[in-house]
């Protein structure tokens, strides 16, 4: 991507807060302030206009975990994946396709797990990683949500493995 330099007046603190934020992630002022600028254009912005609100992370843990069986999970995973999910990847992505799909899930997991995302060149194929610590229902949450995801893209070979802390997506 192209660099356009422009020139921005800031508050004092917000400056001050950015600045010990990238000393402590070992980046320059500037890429901070870019991931943050990002992650507003990529997330923030579009997700609250398609109704996705924050959570406290124990909030949704004790729902999946001690309030929702595994059915329940599995069918609000299905409903999601049928009324939501297509609408939304659409919205904030402009299209639905494999690219803006595995975009859009690489996005969404960053807000809520550790991601590992490689494309192996020798071997046709993508591999995606999300490393959470929101218990088995969650991994099985999301596997619902990307198999059916999956399903409506047609011509891919997907394989999801779930974990009680990690989801496995691979494509070929």
């Not at 406290?56 to 999970?73: C, D, G, H, Y």
């Not at 999910?85 to 494999?98: A, D, P, Y």
Request: glycine share 2%; aromatic share 8%; charged share 20%.
């Amino acid at each position: 991507m192209k660099n356009v330099t422009k020139s921005f007046r800031l508050d004092e603190d917000i400056v001050s807060k950015i600045e010990q934020h990238a000393r402590n992630n070992s980046t320059s002022l500037n890429a901070e302030v870019n991931n943050i600028l990002r992650k507003y254009i990529d997330w923030d912005m579009p997700a609250s206009k398609v109704g996705m609100i924050p959570i406290a992370r124990p909030i949704l843990s004790e729902i999946f975990q001690n309030i929702m069986t595994k059915q329940q999970v599995i069918d609000l995973a299905n409903n999601v994946a049928k009324n939501v999910i297509h609408e939304t990847i659409l919205f904030m992505k402009g299209n639905v396709t494999l690219e803006s799909t595995l975009s859009w899930i690489k996005t969404r997991m960053q807000h809520c797990s550790e991601v590992n995302y490689a494309i192996d060149n020798n071997v046709p194929q993508i591999k995606i990683m999300f490393k959470h610590d929101l218990g088995e229902n969650w991994s099985i949450y999301h596997k619902s949500i990307l198999d059916y995801t999956f399903y409506e893209l047609g011509k891919y070979n997907v394989g999801i493995e779930a974990t009680p802390t990690t989801l496995i997506l691979c494509i070929k």
